[in-house]
């Protein structure tokens, strides 16, 4: 019959495996969550920043905003964290936390850097445009929100250029769905589908193609005046673009519906405002192509770069907030 001591053994050894266990599986990546000052946790994270440990650093700064969540180094922590989130393309861990950021601190002089936080961790997750485009269209969703919000912030213009690109992709979709139809001869929704980038997005690279097919499903339909419309103003905008001439073939194939020449260099007018003076846009085009992230390259820096300074590129990255790295004892309090 075991005595008391052996009892006793047992249960330490009991309590002891399970720990010694969880300590043998701990995934090598993990940090050990010990109480720690909040200048020693930033500065931690800072160096895992520097050293490309992204993963580390996102921790960490996760860390700052856990153990010390009324300190002043929190707030900023918290916007770190979704950079760093970022940085190793965990983008949805990146948007979720610049959107935690953004609903606490509305006010906050780093919200914009946030929103722009968030519409590059849709932007860089875009796919090609034979897939399901919802992120495209979070994506644009949350670029516009940021120029609505900024118009006069750094990361403007950036969004501005990608809401461009992000158009020209929903466009490449309607295209590329537009073509299927016409393959499989169903006219009808073919046309519907270059219509609807004639009416949403004329201002992208693919408008005159669309003009073009639009005018193909129109003579297949027998609608033959839409089928003349659609090539006039094909004709009236993109007078010298490869389009154009394939539709002016397939008129010419009907004598009664065929079109004059129309000059190459001749003034073009907008679409749907006969007339107007305006510039021509690009001309061919085929499927959208748009590489996510390919504009923006972000890398860490020495130092928290302020967010309210001119870029030094037309193509501003993506970098930390203002911040200065607080001393081991911990920031000052005050004020």
Known sequence: MPTRQSRALLLALAVALPLSACARHRAKGDLPYVARDVG?????????????????????????????????????????SAFAY?????????????????????????????????????????????????????????LGELTRRYPTSRYASDARLKIDLVNDHLAGKEMEVGRFYERRGQWLAASMRFRAVIDGYQTTTHTPEALMRLTECYQALGVTEEAKKAAAVLGRNYPGTSWYDHAYKLMQEHPAQALPAVPRGEQPVPLGTPG????????????????????????????????????TTATPAPAGPATTTPANTGPTTGG
């Open 86 to 142: 970022y940085l190793d393309h965990d983008y949805t861990n990146s948007i979720q936390s610049a959107q935690r950021f953004i609903s606490v601190h509305p006010g906050n002089r780093d919200a914009a850097y946030a929103y722009y936080l968030v519409a590059l961790g849709y932007y860089e997750q875009i796919q090609d445009v034979t897939r399901d485009q919802k992120i495209t269209r979070q994506a644009l969703d949350a």
């Open 276 to 311: 107007a003076k305006a510039q021509s846009l690009p001309g061919d085009s085929g499927t959208a192509k748009i590489k996510p992230g390919g504009t923006v390259t972000p890398a860490p820096a020495a130092t928290d770069p302020d967010p309210t300074t001119a870029p």
């Open 40 to 80: 020693t946790l930033y500065s931690a994270a800072r160096q895992r920043l520097d050293q490309a440990r992204y993963k580390e650093a996102a921790q960490l700064f996760d860390e700052v905003e856990r153990q010390h969540p009324y300190s002043v180094w929190a707030r900023r922590a918290q916007l770190m």
